[in-house]
């Protein structure tokens, strides 16, 4: 059994993002890492696999994105993946999830061909964009069933079942493989890559991939196809200094309710 993992590559969030010129996130120029919410999707498919010592079980991380995104498939490797594939061209700069999903969906395919893909896991949305879409369109180009947002994953067989948390109740699915699975935050903790877990990442597999490979036309994917584009962007204002209320003659309570009233706190 093979399990494919879809991880993102995104922006440091405590970093200094920033927009290129034609309004797309600044995927090159910016320090990044694997989004947090697909290390959830890595845990779960390294707990899958632990739960059955007894069958042969390989995990597969694959990324699609520019040529710093492989650090997203390292990461996976060094959490316990045995081998990577990364999908990188220039022409997919720009995509929107359509297009996203597309590319994924053939790497998948080819993935399948190769080793298998018997389950697909993917974190409930990417730290940014938050989309939350993208399992679902791969769910479809994939022809397979889709079990979406668990808290928790249970298995037996080729039987698969979740629990999803909703505002006040909670669904119980069940699905049978192959499926596509995406799995929340509250599934259970990501583990921290260990010392002989990164150096036994430097000998893993991995896979670098264009869209030639996956027989992807550039012309179906990128900005110009996207079917949502942002128009323009600002950057946000400096933060302006405090004002500070002094209470040396006993009037700062005074004073202090008077600035709350004037921003229409109070």
Not at 1 to 11: A, E, G, Q, S
Not at 32 to 49: I, K, M, N, T
Not at 124 to 132: L, N, Q
Not at 250 to 255: D, K, L, N, P
């Amino acid at each position: 059994m093979n399990i494919v993992v879809c991880v993102k590559y995104v922006p440091d969030a405590t970093a200094d993002r920033k927009f290129e010129d034609d309004n797309t996130v600044d995927r090159v120029g910016v320090e990044g890492l694997l989004s947090e919410l697909d290390e959830y999707a890595v845990e779960q498919a390294l707990q899958f696999r632990e739960k059955r010592e007894s069958e042969e079980i390989t995990v597969t991380a694959l990324t699609v994105g520019p040529e710093k995104a492989v650090d997203a498939v390292r990461k996976s490797l060094q959490m316990g993946a045995d081998s990577g594939v990364h999908v990188v061209d220039d022409a997919i700069a720009g995509s929107d999830y359509i297009a996203t999903s597309l590319v994924l969906a053939k790497a998948i395919e080819k993935i399948k061909a190769d080793t298998g893909a018997d389950l697909v896991i993917c974190g409930m949305a990417s730290t940014d964009a938050s989309g939350s879409v993208v399992p679902a369109m791969l769910a479809e180009r994939l022809s397979l069933p889709q079990v979406t947002l668990a808290s928790v994953v249970e298995s037996q067989g080729d039987q698969v079942r979740i629990k999803r948390d909703n505002e006040g109740s909670t669904e119980v699915i069940g699905a049978t493989l192959p499926i596509v699975l995406s799995v929340t935050d509250q599934s259970g903790e990501a583990r921290y890559p260990s010392f002989k877990g990164i150096m036994a990442a430097k000998k893993k597999p991995i896979e670098t991939w264009s869209l030639s490979d996956l027989g992807v036309d550039a012309g179906d994917v990128g900005l110009d196809v996207a079917w949502s584009q942002v128009e323009d962007t600002e950057a946000r204002p400096p933060r302006t200094a405090g004002e500070i209320v002094t209470d040396e003659d006993g009037s700062g309570a005074t004073a202090l309710v008077e600035f709350l009233a004037s921003k229409k706190f109070i």
